[in-house]
């Protein structure tokens, strides 16, 4: 499947992600999931924003979101999520539009 990832309403500019066929679930579920992994204070990553020792904030980008999907759901299949192209200013809108 391949997603159209926004930063912003204005839909500008698009992340385009291959998604693996492998994933059963819908896109929106898969994207709730990867926001709930990332914005539990439990979890140690590299995109936590630490002031005076406390997690604060989450710095990330859709290549996050790749690597999460590669790293807790693609684990043992061969075929990976991906992006396709960054910052592109077209994209077929009859693919899936996520804002991240």
């Not at 929106?28 to 936590?48: I, P, R, T």
């Not at 630490?50 to 807790?72: L, S």
């Not at 043992?76 to 009859?94: G, H, T």
């Amino acid at each position: 499947m391949i997603v159209n990832c926004f930063y912003d309403e204005n839909m500008e500019f698009a992340d385009i992600v291959y998604i693996p066929d492998c994933i059963k679930c819908n896109v929106e579920e898969l994207q709730n999931s990867f926001f709930n992994w990332l914005f539990d204070e439990n979890n140690d990553h590299d995109y936590w924003i630490i002031i005076n020792g406390k997690k604060q904030a989450c710095e990330y980008g859709i290549d996050a979101f790749v690597k999460w999907i590669n790293d807790t759901i693609c684990i043992a299949q061969s075929d990976k999520a991906q992006i396709i192209e960054s910052n592109a200013k077209e994209w077929d809108s009859e693919h899936i539009n996520l804002i991240f």
